[in-house]
């Protein structure tokens, strides 16, 4: 069974912080990484994905992929109050068509 | 902009029923899923399918069917409803030429059955 691990939470942090949301998984063939933000009531949807070992930035996010430590991460830096959601961090394993495994998710909560 | 309806965003069925969930996309694309969400539980796959009348079961395929009879179209099937599939039901595809990273899928805006 492939999994996909993420803290629970809450992850509670002020305003203008940077937040750290952390992910690992056990499929070693696992090749694509996704962050996807919920809003609560609402559906996912995709924030981030990264490929390829190291860092990939896009505006105030930043994911990071360490293949070897199985481990991927996303960085809110600047937290905002619109921030606090439940993040999902998101998986495809080599020659699975398309199909996602997805940890539990992390509830981000930014305090004013 | 893609887009993805779900035919309910509430539905309030009785034990025993037969349930229809219905989802439907805009574009062309293949791959279609549904997922249920539970508390504490995260997104799990039921079924999904690559082509029309073409399926596969997910990780937790008991007690469901699904049709896919259209490309657009993709349901799911409850054929006799429990308390235990109250839940958020979530349908997803996956964008071939218009996303960002080849394997986004992009969900529609759920559907919250009670089965009472």
């Known amino acids: 069974q492939k999994e996909v691990e993420q803290n629970s939470g809450p992850l509670s942090v002020p305003e203008g912080a940077i937040a750290s949301l952390n992910c690992t998984y056990s499929d070693r063939g696992s090749q694509s990484f996704f962050w996807y933000r919920q809003y609560s009531g609402k559906s996912p949807e995709l924030i981030m994905f990264?490929?390829?070992?190291g860092d990939k930035e896009d505006g105030r996010f930043t994911a990071q992929l360490n293949k070897a430590s199985q481990y991927v991460s996303l960085l809110i830096r600047d937290s905002q109050p619109s921030d606090s959601a439940t993040y999902l961090c998101?998986?495809?394993?080599?020659?699975?068509?398309?199909?996602?495994?997805f940890g539990t998710g992390t509830r981000l909560q930014v305090t004013l | 902009d893609v887009k993805v309806t779900q035919s309910s965003r509430y539905l309030v069925k009785r034990t025993g029923e037969k349930v229809f969930l219905e989802c439907v996309q805009d574009m062309d694309h293949e791959n279609m899923f549904w997922y249920r969400q539970d508390p504490g539980l995260g997104l799990r796959l039921i079924y999904f399918s690559y082509d029309v009348k073409m399926k596969e079961k997910g990780d937790i395929p008991e007690g469901y069917s699904v049709s896919r009879e259209k490309k657009e179209r993709f349901s799911l099937i409850l054929e006799s409803a429990s308390t235990n599939q109250t839940s958020m039901y979530l349908c997803a595809i996956r964008k071939q030429t218009s996303g960002r990273a080849p394997d986004e899928q992009f969900f529609g805006p759920g559907t919250r059955l009670t089965v009472l």
């Open positions: 990264i490929y390829s070992n």
């Open positions: 998101a998986v495809k394993s080599y020659g699975t068509a398309s199909k996602l495994t």
